[in-house]
C-alpha cells in the first residue's frame, strides 16, 4: 500500500473513531445514570433480619460495582477518543521496517501516542515504545532495542520521516542524518512564536539517549546552549510517564523551575504530547511551604548564602555538646547529627513529639553550641531540621531540575536531602553560570556521589536553536569548551551586527521592522532597573507595541516586542533578539561577563543585534 493510501485510511479511521468514541461515551453515561436511578428505586433498605440485612448490602454493592464498570468504560472511552484526536493532525511521523531473525521486514509506524486498529493491532506505536527507539539511534542494518531488559536482535532496512497534515501526505525522506535532516531544519527555521514545543519528530540520537536513560539514579546534562535540554527534560517527563505508567502517576513528578515565567514559557508540551503537566515550582517556594509544615516562616531567599555547608560540617562533628533536651543521653562517639536523629527518633516512638519546634529549641544556644558565627537564619533552621527528622519528600518519584548550573550549594544540600530516594535529572550547562551563587556545575557529579546511588553524566554538544552565524557569536564566549566544539545544526543565516549605540528613532524602527517580519521579538538588558528604564522611555516616545517582562510578571507574550532582564531571558528563546548595554560593566566582570554574554546572544533564534551603549 503507497504512503498516501495508508494516511488516508488512517485518518479516515481516526474521524470514524471519534465519532463512534462519542456516542460510546454518551451512551454509556447514560447507562450510568439509568442504573442510579434504578439502585434508587429498587433498594429497599431491609434490615429486618441478619439475611435481610446481608441481601440489602449486596444489592447495593452489586449497583455500585455496576456503576464502577461502567465509569471505568467511559474513562477507557474518553482517553481514546483523547488519542484519537491528538493525532488527528498528524497521524505519525515516521515508519521503521524491522526484519526479526527469520521473519519478513514489517512496517511500524510511530506517533506522539499509539493507536490499535478495530482488531486490536498496532495501528500507530507510541513514540516512547521500545521499538520505536530504532527509529531514533537512527541505525541501519543489524541493530537491536531493549524490550523489559531483554536485548531484540533486528535488521532495520528503512528509516522514514513522513511529513503529515491531517489526511495529506506532504512529504517524505529516507534515512537522513541531523545535519542534512530536512524535517529538523525545516522546524527549526519556522518561527518560534508560542512557546516551546515538543520535539518528538525531531528527537536526535544524543537526545534520545537522555530521554530513555532508566539506569541512572541522579542524571546530569551538560548542554551548550539551544542543545534542546529544556526539551530533552519535558521529553523525559512524558517518556518515564509512560515507562512507569503501572507504578507512578502524574503526582509522582516534580519540576523545579527558575522562575514562573518560565513555567508558562514550557506550559503546552506536555499536554501537545497527551500528558498533564507535572506539578512545576520554584526551589524558594518549595521551601517556603516546606518551612510552614515545620512551623517556620521563611521570608528570606534561598539565592542569599547562608552558609549551609558549614553548618552540615558542624553536623558531621563527633564527641560535640549540644544543649538540645535528650541530646545528653545519646552515645558520644556518634556525630552531632546521628545524635539529633537519635533524640528525634526517641521522641517519636514515645509520641513526645513537640507541638512547636520553635519553642522547643533553643535557636540562638543552638548556634553558639554549633560555633556558627552568625544567627541561624531561616534556612538553616529549616535544614537542621531536615536533618534532625531526617525527613526526606518521599512523595517525589521523579525530580526534574532546569537551569541546574544555577542553583547555589545551599540549595543542592537542600535537594540532596529531601529528594535522596527520588529518580533526579539535572540539566544545565557549565557555561551558563552568571554568577558567584551558581555552583561548579562540571564537578556536580561528586556531589551526589553516594555508594547507592547511580551518577550519569551526559554531554549535548550540538546546538539547534540559532542560525549557524548567531551559535558561532555566542559560542565565543563559551569558555572551557570554545566555539570550535560547540556544532550549529542551521545554516549561516544573517550575521549578527554590532553597533556601537542607537538613537531612538532608530531603536523603534529596528523594533517595528522585527514586528514586521513576524515571530517574537526581545530586548535584553543588564539589568532589571535599564529595562525598566528602556521600557518607560520607549512607552513615553509613544512605542505602545513593548511589555515590560520582570520578576513578578508572570507570562512572557508574542502580541508585543518583549523588555526582559538577562536574568528573566535566562532559558527562553525569541526570534529577533536586540541586545542593550553590551558594554555594561555587568558584561566585563572576570568569567561571568563572558557567561552572561553567552547566554544573553544565545536567547536569538533567527537575528541578532548588539548594541554596545546603553539604549
Ligand atoms: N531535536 C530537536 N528538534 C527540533 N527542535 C529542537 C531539537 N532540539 C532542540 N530544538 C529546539 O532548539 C531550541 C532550544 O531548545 P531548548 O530551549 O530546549 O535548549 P536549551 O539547551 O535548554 O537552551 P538554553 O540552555 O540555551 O536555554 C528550541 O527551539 C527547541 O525546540
Redesign the pocket.
Known sequence: MDEQTRLTRTYNYLGTEITRLTTVIQDLEEAAKQTKIDLAHDTRLNLNSYTDTLDTFANIESGNRQIDTLNAKVDIAHSNRDKATLLQPQAYFARVDLAFPDEAPEAFYIGKVGYLDSDGDNLIYDWRTPVADTYYANQQGATSYLAHGCEIHVDLSLRRQLVVDHDHLTAYFDNQGALNDPV?LN??AAD?AGG??D?TT???TE?NDIIRNTTADVLIVD?V????????LLQRIAYLRYIYREQWTAADFLLLTPSPVFAQYIKDVLPALGETNPMATTLDHFLAQLGHYFGLTITSTSQRNHRLTELDHALDQVDFNLSVPGYAQTPTDQSVRQRLRLVWRKLVATDQQPEAFNDWLDWEQLQVDLGLPTPLTDYQQLYLLLQMTNYHQDAVKALFVDEAQDYTADQLLFIRQLFNHAHITL?G?HN?VLSTTGNDYAQLASFFDAPKRVVTRLR?LTS??ATGAITRYFGQFGQTHNASLIKPVQPDGATPVTLPGLSTTDLIDQLTSYRAQGGSVAIITPTTTEAQALYDHLTSQNFTDCTLVTDASRTVTEATVQCLPLKIA??L?FDHVLLSHFNAPEYQVPIYGDHRRYVAA?RA?QTLLVVEAQL
Not at 546552549?225 to 530533552?232: C, F, H, I, P, R
Request: positive net charge.
Open positions: 529538523l522546524i527549526l518560534h516551546l514545543q520535539i525531531t528527537i536526535q537526545q548542554g546552549a539551544g542543545s534542546g535540554k529544556t526539551s530533552v540539566v550547562d551558563q549535548l539547534y536553536r535566562k532559558g528563546e544565545s533564534t
